[in-house]
């Protein structure tokens, strides 16, 4: 019984100190941020101006600005948890084909964007943005897109403002549910500095959903996708590509996405 007793500590003991950690160490948990040196040349197939934003707290936000002549609209793009912008030429090559400007984003630490991860301060961070994008464009030929993690980036983003749509590839109920999946031992809900409620934020678009999601995604379950699709009132524009045999990765290779873009963008 004794003996029993100080397992049972030393396991409380143990479950506490990995609580604690994930607590302090979430940031690393969750963002992968890749850098890039100031003097890297990005290698755009498109027109393309570099350009920086500074955030209120002085962090300094660099993003890829390609343009094309009579551009149909514009895409502001938030990609996912990894890499950075140099990784977005696919992104790049799909947008021209469509007719449209793309404004590529990195968050705070990715690339060569500065500054300290907080959900506040990457919100504010994507409002700037937007912001920027109208002051070349108006705001009904303006397109919000966020991939995996970016999708709760944007959904925010389009719940504060009135883009012409919303397009979610990959995404997420809510950063907490995300958590649990992945952590299920651990209290999440308490734990979690990052939420991004994307369930919360589609109740309040206002303008046509485009949610397209792998069946075989073992990032982020399909189910998750699912989910946040059937809370979105009926009464909203909404529409859900599901793309059987797809991952996490590439749908752009699957017939479903390819079909699912010609009706977003054209």
């Known amino acids: 019984m004794r003996r029993l007793k100080k397992i049972g500590i030393v396991l409380a003991v143990l479950y506490v100190l990995v ?76 947008l021209d084909r469509k007719g449209y400007d793309a404004i590529l984003v990195d968050y705070r630490t990715y690339g060569k964007s500065t500054g300290e991860l907080s959900e506040q301060g990457m919100k504010e961070d994507a409002q700037l943005f937007y912001d920027y994008a109208l002051t070349q464009y108006n705001e009904e030929a303006l397109i919000l897109y966020g991939r995996s993690f970016g999708t709760g980036i944007a959904s925010g983003l389009a719940a504060d403002n009135r883009p012409k749509k919303l397009v979610l590839e990959s995404p997420f109920y809510s950063a907490v549910s995300l958590g649990k999946h992945r952590f299920p031992i651990l209290p999440v809900s308490w734990l979690s500095q990052f939420r991004f409620p994307s369930n919360e934020y589609l109740l309040k678009v206002n303008c046509p959903i485009y949610i397209f999601h792998g069946t075989e995604d073992r990032v982020i379950p399909y189910e998750f996708a699912e989910k946040l699709y059937a809370e979105i009132p009926d009464s909203a524009e909404k529409h859900f590509y599901r793309i059987e045999g797809a ?13 699912g873009m010609i009706e977003v963008f054209e």
């Open 19 to 94: 609580t604690l950690s994930a607590y302090y160490f979430q940031e690393h948990l969750i963002f992968f941020p890749q850098k890039m040196p100031l003097n890297h040349t990005y290698d755009f197939c498109q027109n393309f101006e570099e350009f920086n934003l500074t955030a209120k707290d002085g962090a300094q936000l660099n993003a890829v600005h390609i343009k094309r002549d009579s551009a149909r609209g514009v895409v502001l793009y938030f990609h996912g948890n990894s890499g950075n912008i140099s990784h977005l030429n696919h992104v790049a090559n799909l």
């Open 247 to 259: 991952g996490h990765n590439y749908l752009q290779d699957f017939d479903v996405f390819k079909k």
